[in-house]
């Protein structure tokens, strides 16, 4: 799997590309030290994946993330930041970042995170989790028949069950159904509701109440 990094912070960078380097199954194929040079570097290289920072000069993570997804929708994003402060957190998940993690996350993770990101999982660090549940509880939620008239009721079932961070063998278990129906259901609620991924399914679930 290919993967661009980007951070402002040269030695982060350097750190993380050796980190990845050293798996047989990733390779790092850029180095981006602000947004717009990931997107300059994804148009060129198109990897699976971009590890991306938000907080930097110039172009910031956030909207890096929203110009990569929107041109580049097969390319992944997962953040890795150092900032869990609830806007970053939104903003981020809503410009279509495919997980959260903070760089305090142990190496042996964030190897994880990378190569289930690519695979289609979602992954955000348990704090951050709290922090977007808790900013979206801050709004209004909209009423669920917006969400549950599209899904029927075991798509509702599995959608808040993923909302709650279960893995696809989780939800299976939980509600007796085979790894593969729970497949064909996520990927049913995703077509539903119009979303790229998991992390944008389970945050329209906690918006509307579900």
Not at 137 to 151: C, H
Not at 180 to 203: E, F, M, P, Y
Request: with cysteine.
């Amino acid at each position: 799997m290919r993967v661009i990094i980007c951070d402002d912070q040269a030695l982060i960078r350097d750190g993380l590309e050796m980190l990845l380097n050293l798996e047989r199954d990733i390779e790092v194929v850029g180095l981006a030290a602000d947004g717009a040079e990931a997107v300059d570097l994804v148009a060129r290289h198109r990897p699976d994946l971009v590890l991306m920072d938000l907080k930097m000069p110039g172009m910031n993570g956030v909207e890096a993330t929203r110009q990569i997804r929107t041109r580049y929708p097969q390319v992944r994003v997962l953040v890795l930041t150092t900032y869990d402060d609830d806007e970053w957190v939104f903003d981020a998940v809503r410009a279509g970042a495919a997980g959260y993690l903070l760089k305090d996350t142990p190496r042996e993770e964030v190897i994880k995170a990378v190569r289930g990101t690519v695979a289609g999982k979602s992954f955000v660090d348990p704090g951050v989790a709290g922090k977007l549940l808790g900013h979206v509880a801050d709004r209004q939620t909209q009423p669920r028949s917006l969400v549950t008239d599209r899904l029927t009721e075991r798509e509702v079932d599995v959608l808040r069950l993923l909302a709650r961070g279960f893995t696809n063998a989780d939800i299976a278990a939980e509600l007796y159904l085979s790894e593969g129906t729970v497949r064909n259901h996520v990927s049913a609620i995703l077509t539903k509701l119009d979303v790229a991924d998991r992390t944008q399914a389970a945050v329209i679930a906690i918006r509307h109440g579900v």
